[in-house]
């Protein structure tokens, strides 16, 4: 994967790190990844790209690394495995969902894909249709497809019975947020 040319949510911090010192290729890394995987994949992928790209050129120091949204958890995964927290000098996340989020739910239970004209929505939606198989449901193919999603629901109770306006305990929900 590679950050395409119109993402420029990262030049700013990119660009202070560089006023800082620090090199392109050298102790400055930016990792793009799929972020449709699960958090799990993403951080084995972070693991090998480590070992191959950055401690090659950095022998003995020790990792900083900033992590914003999904990547902070990806980050945090690779983090605390017990071979590589040794390794870490810092870790920074930033909007980084710690306790899970509740907008990937509808599409993770029901296939409820947002129906707006954004660019996020669109590119969900052909990713989707590229990649049904013949009878499945939107469900089926949403987590085929993105199976980060559940990485991502709360780890608290977020539904309601709609009888009686309570809270589901979220160790009673069928479908539960296992990894965070």
């Known amino acids: 994967w590679k950050l395409l040319p119109f993402v420029k949510e990262y030049d700013g911090l990119v660009q202070t790190l560089k006023k800082l010192g620090y090199e392109e290729g050298k102790n400055l890394f930016l990792w793009p990844y799929d972020w449709r ?16 790209k950055v401690k090659p050129k950095n022998r003995g ?10 990547g902070g958890l990806v980050a945090r995964a690779w983090t605390q495995t017990n071979t590589n927290v040794n390794q870490v000098h810092h870790l920074v996340t930033v909007a980084t969902p710690h306790k899970g989020v509740i907008q990937p ?5 029901g296939g409820d894909v947002a129906q707006d004209n954004s660019i996020l929505s669109l590119a969900t939606r ?3 249709e590229l990649n049904r198989r013949a009878f499945t449901t939107t ?7 993105f199976p980060v999603l559940k990485d991502l629901l709360p780890t608290e109770s977020y539904l309601k019975r709609q009888e009686n306006d309570t809270f589901i305990n979220e160790a009673e929900m069928k479908v539960r947020n296992n990894w965070l």
């Not at 995987?37 to 191959?52: G, P």
């Not at 469900?139 to 497809?145: K, L, S």
């Open 37 to 52: 995987k699960s958090v799990d994949t993403s951080s084995q992928q972070l693991n090998v790209y480590i070992e191959t």
């Open 61 to 70: 120091s020790k990792i900083h690394i900033v992590g914003h949204s999904l």
């Open 105 to 109: 739910y509808k599409a993770w239970e």
């Open 126 to 128: 052909i990713i989707i």
């Open 139 to 145: 469900r089926q193919a949403v987590q085929t497809q």
